[in-house]
C-alpha cells in the first residue's frame, strides 16, 4: 500500500520570498514520486519527478524537490516566488509498475505582492 | 485544441439523472484514467483502461461506470446521480512503459448533483 500526506492545506507567501511545500510518503517498495501543479480552472501538470535517480530534481519554473529516503519525504522547494506561483500543488507516488498514482490533499499556494 | 478534451466543462443534474462525461484525447496513448477531485482530499483514481479491451476498478467505482470506446475515447457515467457524487472530475492520459507516472490532464468536468 502506498499513501502521501502534504503537511500544509495552505501556505502564504510574499512575492519574492522561498517557498517550501511539504509532503511525506508511504510506500512498501522503492518509489516514484511527482509534483503536480493546477492552476485555477486548469487539468493539474507535471512539475517534476523523481524516478530513482538523482534525489535533487529540476523541475520547471525554478521548482526543485529533494528526495531523502530516511525521512520519507519529498519536499518541494523554490528560492523566490512569483505571483504566477499561486496555484494548487499535489504530491503524488506512483506504484511500483507506474500503473497508478495516489494523490496528496494539495496545498494551496498564495503569494502576497 | 487541447490534447485531452473532456465534455461537457459544468453540468447541473437532479437526483436520479443519469450522467455521461465525455473524453477524448490525441496524444496517441493507450492508458486513460478517471478521477474525482474533492477539496482536501486531492485526487481519486475511479476507472482507468490500459487499452480498448481493457478496463479497472480504482478505489472509488461504486455508482460510476466505463466505457472505452476507442483508443482516444474513454466517457464515464454516473447510472444515478446522488448528491455526494458533486465533485470536480478530471481525465488523464499516460503512455505504457518508460514516463509512467507522467499523465496528462484534461481541465475537468465540474457536476453538481441537487
Known amino acids: 500500500a502506498q499513501s502521501v500526506t502534504q503537511l500544509d492545506s495552505h501556505v502564504s507567501v510574499s512575492e519574492g520570498t522561498p517557498v517550501l511545500l511539504r509532503c511525506n510518503y508511504s510506500?512498501?517498495?522503492?518509489?516514484?514520486l511527482f509534483w503536480y501543479v493546477q492552476h485555477p480552472n486548469k487539468g493539474l501538470q507535471l512539475l517534476l519527478k523523481y524516478t530513482s535517480a538523482a534525489t535533487l530534481v529540476k523541475g520547471i519554473n525554478g521548482f526543485e524537490a529533494e528526495f531523502k529516503k530516511s525521512e520519507t519525504s519529498f519536499h518541494l522547494t523554490k528560492p523566490s516566488a512569483h505571483m504566477s506561483d499561486a496555484a494548487e500543488y499535489f504530491c503524488v507516488v506512483s506504484d511500483w509498475a507506474g500503473n497508478k498514482l495516489t494523490f496528496g490533499g494539495g496545498t494551496r499556494v498564495l503569494v502576497k505582492p | 485544441d487541447a490534447d485531452v478534451t473532456q465534455t461537457p466543462r459544468n453540468r447541473i443534474t437532479k437526483t436520479g439523472k443519469r450522467i455521461m462525461l465525455e473524453c477524448s484525447q490525441t496524444?496517441?496513448?493507450?492508458?486513460m484514467y478517471w478521477y474525482r477531485q474533492d477539496p482536501g482530499l486531492g485526487l481519486r483514481l475511479i476507472y482507468y483502461s490500459f487499452d480498448v479491451k481493457d478496463i479497472n476498478k480504482g478505489e472509488i467505482s461504486d455508482g460510476y461506470s466505463v466505457s472505452r470506446q476507442a483508443q482516444a475515447k474513454f466517457s464515464l457515467s454516473l447510472e444515478s446521480a446522488i448528491p455526494n457524487q458533486t465533485a470536480l472530475y478530471f481525465c488523464?492520459?499516460?503512455?505504457?512503459?518508460?514516463?509512467?507516472?507522467?499523465?496528462?490532464f484534461g481541465e475537468g468536468s465540474r457536476l453538481t448533483v441537487l
Open positions: 496524444k496517441g496513448h493507450d492508458r
Open positions: 510506500s512498501s517498495y522503492s518509489p516514484s
Open positions: 488523464a492520459t499516460g503512455k505504457a512503459g518508460g514516463d509512467t507516472g507522467e499523465l496528462f
